[in-house]
């Protein structure tokens, strides 16, 4: 059995980012850059105006003086001329300051009348003026590669100027299911069977995860059929089910028959540890306990990070946070825990994770209601309320 | 003005939730229930063996004891027989505890050989084994009504047998960008003007609360253009651009025209001060300011909630977090204030948020780099490093 941290970082290691694809800026949130977003243009692309007012020169712009209005310049409409002594002109919010004018009068400020405009408050000259270049200059990277886009990513990649991205393909994932005793929703349940939750919950936690999943067609527990599996073609082959010991195990046979090399397969965690890696030529395999709950803490902890790691993230490490402890626990064992817990704040604002009484691995509804996993490193003394913990919350990250 | 808080009340007061459409199990993940899902079959189905093992009778189960080993029964192949006295039954992860027998002899405690068992370690009347319905029971609720299903609601909703399930259809969200001065990315830029990245990352903010934007064409600075997206069918329209008082603010006069409802337009807040409310119709308009900052912040704090409220969730409100203040703040004026901040985690592993030096909302790019928004109410007094601050962290919004 090997710890939790090596064995995500052997399978991490295992995993190579998807080639780069073009999509439009339109298609692009949620995606991962491939290569930085590098301006077209500069930002604003002139020195304009950051108020409705109007743009005179600021030496002229003391209380009590007249100038001219010699001109209008909306956004857009910039005004072609060069400011001449006692000149002004009506700007508004984004227009262009015209050439010779370094001062904006406010609208507020000012009176105009007859078309002349009355300054009321002395000008500040520079003042009220975005310069050229301020936000970005055409040449700077807006966002870096390796990072999921959004929405504020997509708004910077247009203005811009970049209609096209260049980011990772969404890692394609083949889920293989495999049981005698199971049926997808809908369809007839064996003789003492279930119904199958597993391979439509991971390929929600691959969507969640910004990955294409495949669902395979359910496997029986025949090494044929198991190994059928192994023609897929995908970035990654999750199975789920018969990775435990047993007569019954059958997807490391059937698979290692196919020339799976095996890398690992037990880890000291639970829920969970017949957790099983490896690669078929090219592929790597993730293989799944059957057990729902078992199935899916292992995909928060080692499946979405894969994904990170395929799609081009840097960081593929689970968001783990601090919290205190609502209720004492237990010493732990040897094998890291993953406590099923609700979350609240205390007054000052801290989450407090509070564990389930019942942590039953077989119970997906009791899963499914909670709020986040308290990680239990191995050999972790009993703790006390209050006592700092580490949490992992599960709804944020659509799981 | 109105305060933040009065006009997001009122803006998610006109939002009706849009009608339930059924969709594929394998399509709900990230949709809202329009329903509550019930479950269809009781998990588990019979009373389980939750161990590899042996079933037999407790009474039979005295260390030492030999029993005969009647037949096997696979996960989905139950024994069909009813166990007597001086037999077992081999049994898997998941197989179904035969009739008669009460205990389960674990594979590690048992000596199997010619066709008999030895029991090593005295069993346990009922230990490792899971009760029919010790998950859920048919009838029982397995996602409410008004929940955006994760993951593991797909995989409970699959284990209660639903193939189907009622979700409120995405939001239609139409989206129109005004302005003489504004080009779309990689089209020709007018003269003194700028690339608009208001309508796509309004569209991606759009996809990130749930809903499916529609981009409209960009509108001139003219009431006809703008009057024609009155046209639109969609459940809500959102507008960017003149919206602030000035002789090229057209956005209210153009739609007012076509018999737009004003209800406010004018908040308190910083940035974003030009925000304008109202319903064409059935369809309720939410005018925003052409500033992209300004237009994203009034998004996060107004279009977010509301999408939220048209896909039926019951809690709109943005996700707000205390954390302390990295850096201290001057006192407030009398408008919200929302200052972009980088957030850090102190020792103890609190949330520290340290506002930008420059708070410009002609700068994107700054905005774009920010982890959250510290919200600052009206008149706040000046605040100390270390104060404890709300804050809305804005990536895991996926904005």
Avoid at 119 to 144: C, K, M, N, S, Y
Wanted: hydrophobic share 50%.
């Amino acid at each position: 059995m090997i710890p939790v941290a090596d064995a995500r970082a052997r399978i991490l290691d295992a995993m190579c980012p998807t080639e780069a694809e073009v999509v439009a800026l339109a298609e692009a949130w949620g995606r991962v850059t491939a290569a930085p977003l590098t301006a077209r243009v500069t930002q604003p692309p002139h020195d304009v105006s950051a108020m409705d007012g109007y743009a005179l020169r600021a030496a002229e712009g003391a209380a009590g003086a007249h100038l001219a209005v010699v001109g209008t310049a909306p956004a857009g409409h910039p005004w072609e001329g060069t400011l001449r002594a006692g000149e002004a002109v009506r700007l508004f919010t984004g227009s262009v300051m015209p050439d010779g004018a370094d001062a904006v009068l406010l609208q507020e400020d000012a009176g105009e009348a007859d078309g002349r405009v009355t300054v009321r408050e002395t000008v500040v000259a520079g003042r009220h003026i975005r310069r050229a270049g301020q936000d970005f200059t055409a040449g700077d990277v807006l966002v870096p590669a390796g990072q999921r886009m959004t929405a504020r990513d997509i708004g910077l990649a247009a203005s811009g100027n970049l209609p096209w991205v260049a980011v990772r393909r969404r890692p394609r994932v083949a889920i293989l299911a495999t049981g005698d005793e199971i049926a997808l929703p809908g369809e007839p349940i064996p003789p003492g069977g279930i119904v199958s939750s597993n391979a439509h919950a991971l390929a929600a936690l691959v969507r969640a995860s910004g990955g294409d999943p495949v669902v395979l067609p359910i496997a029986p527990d025949d090494a044929d059929a198991i190994g059928a599996a192994a023609r897929t073609r995908a970035d990654l082959l999750v199975t789920t089910g018969g990775a435990s010991v047993g007569a019954h195990d059958l997807v490391q046979s059937a698979l290692g028959r196919r020339g799976m090399a095996l890398d690992f397969w037990k880890i000291a965690m639970r829920p969970g540890k017949p957790l099983m890696f490896g690669r078929l030529g090219e592929m790597p395999v993730l293989g799944l306990p059957g057990n729902p709950v078992s199935a899916l803490v292992c995909a928060v902890l080692f499946l979405h990070p894969a994904l990170a790691r395929l799609s081009g993230l840097p960081d593929a490490d689970p968001p783990v946070e601090p919290a205190r402890l609502g209720a004492p626990l237990p010493a732990n064992d040897h094998r890291a825990d993953h406590l099923r817990a609700r979350l609240t704040r205390d007054e000052a604002g801290r989450l407090v994770a509070t564990a389930f009484e019942r942590q039953d691995s077989a119970m997906l509804r009791l899963f499914a209601h909670a709020d986040a996993l308290i990680l239990r490193p191995p050999h972790a003394p009993a703790a006390a309320e209050g006592d700092a913990v580490e949490i992992l919350r599960l709804a944020p990250l659509g799981i």
